[in-house]
């Protein structure tokens, strides 16, 4: 039958062409195990952050390998492999890529879960979230870019100064891996380091873990969760015992106290401002005969962090801050803004596939990990390939966050003090390509993140460095395509990103780690 | 958010609430052989209220969304019992507030197999039965990740039905459920967050099952008037978290009610109007459309015979 045999090839056909159902795999989750070219056995001796010192923080000496509650260690181990399950170790082998990388892209995965504008309240004001009430709705925090900023900054920096505290400690103590003192122990993932006393994992894992609770009060389930497969995985990998374990998260969360200490007063509390404040802000613009930023939302919501301009970070003191303000966009009267905006209604009236795409690319806005969490992926995946220590790791990652937490600090002082407005305020059909942030223009925060990380970046892996500055070129340029920006505030803002990445570099090169 | 355009069968809804009795994918007449049918059909939905999960909303910075589509279609009769239907609607997004610019531009193409398996006639009506297969792909390179304004979902698709329609004297009735899988899209970013974080520049999509079921008076597949009752839902997906914005990979449902008709138009022998309203009544992850159609089709035959069906 004729009519049966096309509809057969047609069934046939479409079976072909959509396929069979394609899982769409998470590609980090292939990361492979962490191989340390250098093990950094001096990085006791690297300069911390925070702390004063590598011992400032005392543990307890090792128990003996000879003793019977150290051999009962081991049996924990050897018990644990014996009965090893196919869930264990898949869980081992994801941390096996590295502790330092895999908290990373946890904080990441919660900036992303926690990065959404509250809802309005009936009466049209905007409901303000509180750490002390996480769970309930608005939850707490919206992780916007500057608080995602601060919170990267400070997770990297714990690690860092908790894992030179434990590389110090491990060169003073010198327990060797259980494996050499009991031969039946198996290594299952490559070891990455001979002194396992505090484990190095832990230590991270403990300061992540602290440091997490902080900024997401309403993920300590989860991240206990997280911290217990952590440890869970070292033990059965053969890589350290209980006891290296329980030194480890206990260094991890006292150095991470420190930063904790530090979050609590560096003025991040502040940042939201009162009614008093978004009121200045709006008349000190207006009194210098300048159009005053507005809320393009409907109910208008206040501007996002105003005062987080004046939050402590880590590269650069609230004065420098001020001392290095860019000066003033083109006046909204100008015929250079006039320019400027011209500019920016052709390309939202023109929009190309091409550049949606890097719109598109580069939005990271709401709902996603914010711009700090896209340059912490992007570099994460090179970090990957160079094969370094775990310190090494952590002490990168805490000077490219530190850069863009100050880079945040920076943009976002220029951004209320000069609380100049969107070009979609300024020109009806100024329509923009993906969302509008919800807080003023100048300078582009997309610019000065990239900038300051690109330019890090740049320093630390050499090689990729001008994918790293046109990476951040396309970033800054996207926010001009999408028509969310001016060109200035695009320029200004990478010139100031890369100058504070080159503060990072003058960091990096006196912290002992090169 | 708009059925319209977030589900890639969006041709097939189309034309299953505009073009009722044109002998389409979704009711129960075949064309007769070489007899090949065309038409435009023009439509506009708009939506001011959406389900974010299951919460019924509105949101002042999207006002009113307004989809408008044009779409071209044709159905060609290789045999009485095997028709092959294909169409490719232009669609043209926009919100009545909020600063996103709107969208537009060709969508995607579908072809359809239609084949009419069994009939009979018994005592008190007439049976038949048919099974169709479908594909559909996008025609051009739109942005899909930018719901609700994205025209499409860039996936392609693959569907099959079964269907059942009975007629007794003029009256008639049909009912039919579809299973749509869709392959993964393929997104600008690298990396999205659903209920959790996924390092991917691709979207799995989940499949969608849909039910349609219409009763109503025809008069020789020229004058027909029906109501209609349609239901989908994705097998799987996400809800939309409070106040964030819509995903390619949402768990989305909609229950829609509507009132098709074709009319033969006056002294033109071949030319029909076709008309549709539909509303939506219950959903999940879109929003709450109200649609409008209208079209004209013709309907000719390349050699002598012309008998349609019923």
Known sequence: MKSLKIFGTVLVATALYVGCKNDVVSEHKTFPALEPINLDTNAGNWKPILLSKPDEIAIATPISATSPDYKLELLEIKSRQNQITEAERENMNYWSAGVVLRWNEIMRELVAKYNLPPYQNPDGTYPIPSANNPLAYPFFPFANPPYAARAYAYMSGAQYDALVAAYHYKSKFRRPRPAKTDPSIKQLIPMTSDFVYPCEEAVAAGASAAILTLMFPGEQEYIQTKLNDCNSARILAGGNTRSDIDAGVGLGKAVAAKFIARARTDGAGKAVGTTADWKFLKDRTEARGEVAWLSQETPQRPPMLPMFGKVMSFLMDTTEVVNSRPGPPPSTQSAEFKKELEEVLWFSQHPDRDRMKIVHFWSDGAGTYAPPGHWNDIACEDFVKQRWSEVRWARNLALLNASMFTAAVCCWDAKYYYYNPRPSQMHADCKTLTGLPNFPAFTSGHSTFSGAAAKFLSHVVPSQASKYMSMADEASKSRLWGALHYRSDIEVGMTMGIAIGGKAIERAKTDGAE | ?310
């Open chain 2, 1 to 310: 958010m708009n059925y319209l355009k977030s589900l890639c069968l969006t041709p097939l809804l189309i034309l299953g609430v505009s073009h009722s009795k044109a002998q389409t994918d979704m009711d129960g007449l075949m064309m007769a052989k070489r007899n090949l049918c065309g038409g435009i059909v023009v439509g506009q939905s708009q939506w001011n209220h959406y389900w974010e999960g299951t919460l019924y909303r509105n949101n002042q910075n999207i006002g009113t969304f307004t989809s408008q589509t044009a779409m071209a279609m044709a159905n060609y009769g290789v045999s009485d019992k095997f028709n092959i239907i294909a169409s490719a609607p232009y669609i043209k997004n926009q919100t009545s507030a909020g600063t996103l610019r709107g969208q537009q531009g060709l969508q995607d193409a579908s072809l359809t197999a239609k084949w009419e398996f069994f009939s009979k006639g018994y005592k008190h009506a007439y049976v038949s039965l048919l099974a169709l297969g479908s594909v559909s792909a996008p025609l051009t390179n739109y942005v899909a990740d930018y719901l609700p304004l994205a025209i499409g979902m860039q996936s392609k698709t693959a569907s099959g039905k079964l269907m059942i329609d009975i007629q007794r004297n003029r009256w008639f009735a049909t009912a039919s459920t579809q299973y749509t899988q869709r392959g993964n899209v393929t997104i600008d970013r690298e990396a999205y967050y659903t209920t959790e974080m996924i390092y991917s520049h691709l979207v799995a999509m989940p499949s969608v099952l849909s039910s349609n079921v219409r009763f109503g008076y025809r008069k020789n597949a020229e004058l027909i008037i029906e109501a209609v009752y349609d239901r989908m839902n994705t097998l799987g997906g996400f809800d939309i978290r409070r106040n964030d914005m819509p995903f390619l990979s949402n768990n989305m449902e909609a229950s829609r009610i509507g009132l098709n008709w074709k009319l033969p138009v006056p002294k033109l022998n071949g030319l029909s109007w076709l008309g549709n309203a539909t509303t939506t009544i219950m959903g999940r992850n879109m929003g709450q459309s109200h649609m409008v159609m209208t079209g004209l089709v013709y309907q000719g035959e390349f050699k002598s015979k012309n008998t349609p069906k019923s």
